[in-house]
């Protein structure tokens, strides 16, 4: 039955133009790349502006090329009321329930497996589990600490200042502020240093 | 194309041998060369230095914006990226409409590569690094596009990595079978069909091995690598025979492709069993504990055998599927924690590999008789040398096995007729 449905399919192509085709071809590629940009775009212009505040990476996580690898407070957070319960997957998406701080840093509330209800000035943030899902006997259930990774790990910087940011991230000096959707997606909207911005990120 | 070629000038020497011994008359020889279809273009010594300096090109200006990159402002590194793509696909429709269906699929296959380049691009520039397997499958959408509407196989090919990657990350990720793959690889057997195109079939039939793999080895701990792949295997040829046995040529050619990726998973399912099925490998659980889905694809590629066998009516459709059957059978009824040597095991998939050699002679499918030639030298060499267990036992073993297969020969020769040298 296959293949008496695409052999007509394959026919009515071969009577297009080429040019039509290779030209339907490279504006469908165009367009996923563009739509990738707008997405973020849209993350950036929607989003809740969060501040966050980086921390120390491990060494052996460094520079690689020229972008910094950016670790958070809210990076490692206790599982409680997530231990013990079946985590589903390796690395499953879990919600960080997020509130500012007297200094407006937003710190970490509560961990969830699901989306859960916040009420301004909390913000819902979304991540992915890197590791802390796969404790209990059948390796199936959330750990103590969870490790959480929100999309907002990798910051490329022009050549020969990757160096000079990581100094400053390691002196707790670094902090950004991200734009997150309701949904919980986030992007990175802008790097401060001691509290001033230093990279603004254009939409486009 | 290759091969029809290597077939014309073969047919050419025959016809002029055949001519010259009176065989046949010249008119005869004459009427044969005017039945021959006209042999698609080839590629021409001035084609292939042109794809030379078509590629130092490319590779200078790739490195000169690598050079500039950062310099470069953002937008303008994206128009490069977006020109680069509609250069690919442009030349692409040019040497289309020229006659020049190789560099066409060429461009097609660049412009998909370029796509892929500008996803890691974009995500550098707009700090998107977070999902790689995402990536990954919106390259494969992109590459998988392109093939449709270009009918480039070299497109084809990309799109079937890239989805191959996203599919192993995501299994790796969540360890459980990325079913999801199955859509990409559908779609790209609906094109390879719609092509009717050997090497599309080849694509797609290579693009299942990887996934079959990352299942069975990111499984949970209660999972048999070799079971999982078993069953892989035995839905591979079982499907691919029963497709070669369809009446609709695309299917058959495409079947008969499948079929022999079937044979050379089921040989070395059929290896990797009688090496693990010592006793010192035997940590796993049992077959209960084994998941539905593969259980189901087994059974699966089962039924499609016997239904190709009950269609064609054929003896070596009937061999492979007792192939098939027998590989099943050592790898589901031998217990797992048994004591003992798995000498029902060994026997079956001994047994597994000759049906495999004796099918392939009598469908005259040579891929298939190498496979199983294959299988039997592995599974032998498997048994010989088993980490665990008494040497002088495998030995008894293996020369009652021995003495079975002569006197088996000797019936044969005494009651099959022999084809003539």
């Given at each position: ?204 | ?200 079939a080849?694509?797609?039939a ?27 295997a035995a839905l591979l040829f079982g499907g691919g025979i029963a497709l070669a046995a369809s009446r609709?040529?695309?299917a058959a050619q495409a079947g008969s492709v499948l079929s022999t990726y079937g044979a050379f998973s089921l ?33 699966a590629g089962v039924i499609l055998a016997f239904a190709a066998t009950a269609t064609t009516r054929s003896a070596g459709t009937a061999f492979a599927t007792g192939a098939i059957g027998?590989v ?27 049906c495999l050699?004796v099918s392939g002679?009598l469908d005259a499918a040579?891929p298939r008789?190498?496979a199983g ?49």
């Open positions: 039955m296959m293949t008496m449905s695409v052999a007509p399919l394959a026919e009515r192509l071969a009577r297009i133009p080429k040019l039509v085709l290779f030209g339907a071809a490279a504006l469908a590629q165009v367009a996923l790349l563009t739509l990738m940009i707008i997405d973020r775009g849209q993350i950036l212009r929607d989003g809740t502006e969060v501040t966050l505040q980086t921390r120390p990476v491990d060494p052996r996580d460094f520079l690689r090329g020229d972008y910094v690898v950016l670790g958070y407070d809210i990076t490692q957070l206790p599982a409680g009321p997530l231990k013990d319960q079946p985590s589903g997957e390796r690395n499953p998406l879990v919600y960080v329930k997020l509130a500012p701080n007297r200094d407006g840093v937003y710190q970490a509330l509560s961990v969830h497996a699901g989306p859960v209800a916040v009420t301004s000035p909390e913000v819902l943030i979304r991540g992915r589990l890197a590791y802390g899902a796969s404790c209990g006997s059948k390796r199936d259930t959330f750990c103590d600490t969870l490790t959480v990774r929100y999309n907002l790990e990798s910051y490329f910087v022009p050549q020969g200042e990757g160096r000079k940011l990581e100094d400053v991230r390691n002196q707790g000096k670094l902090s950004i502020v991200a734009a997150v959707l309701p949904s919980g997606r986030a992007a990175i909207k802008r790097l401060l240093i001691d509290g001033k911005p230093v990279y603004e990120e254009p939409w486009f | 194309m290759m091969f029809d070629r290597a077939y014309r000038q073969r047919l050419e020497a025959d016809l002029a041998r055949w001519e010259a011994d009176g065989v046949i008359p010249p008119a005869a020889v004459a009427a044969i060369r005017v039945a021959l279809p006209p042999l698609a273009p080839g590629i021409n010594i001035a084609v292939v230095v042109a794809i030379v300096g078509g590629l130092l090109i490319a590779a200078a200006f790739l490195a000169f914006v690598a050079a500039h990159w950062i310099e470069i402002a953002r937008l303008l590194r994206l128009a490069i990226l977006f020109a680069g793509i509609l250069t690919a696909h442009g030349l692409g429709a040019w040497f289309a409409r020229a006659g020049q269906p190789m560099l066409a699929d060429l461009c097609a296959a660049v412009g998909a590569i370029i796509f892929g380049a500008g996803i890691a691009l974009v995500g550098q520039m707009y700090h998107l690094g977070g999902d790689f397997a995402g990536g990954m499958l919106l390259w494969a959408v992109g590459a998988l596009a392109t093939a449709t509407l270009t009918g480039s196989r070299g497109a084809l090919a990309v799109a079937l990595v890239a989805a191959s990657i996203w599919s192993c990350m995501r299994v790796i990720e969540t360890d459980v079978p990325h079913f999801a793959f199955v859509v990409p690889w559908l779609l790209a057997g609906g094109l390879a069909l719609a092509w009717n195109s050997r090497v599309a080849h694509l797609v290579v693009a299942a091995l990887p996934w079959w793999i990352a299942s069975a080895f990111q499984a949970p701990h209660d999972f048999r690598p070799s079971f999982v792949l078993a069953n892989g609709r040529p695309r040989a070395g399912v059929a290896i990797l069993e009688a090496t693990l099925a010592n006793e010192v490998f035997r940590t796993y659980a049992g077959l209960a504990d084994q998941p539905l889905w593969t259980i189901s694809c087994g059974v027998l099943l059978a050592a790898v589901a009824l031998w217990m797992p924690r048994q004591s003992g040597e798995p000498w029902l095991a060994y026997a079956a998939l001994l047994c597994a590999m000759l050699v002679m040579r008789i190498v030639w294959l299988g039997i030298a592995g599974v032998i060499a498997a048994i010989t040398w088993a980490v665990k267990g008494s040497l002088l036992n495998r030995s008894v073993f293996l020369a009652v096995a021995g003495m079975a297969a002569v006197v088996l020969a000797l019936v044969l020769n005494r009651f099959v007729p022999r084809s003539r040298e």
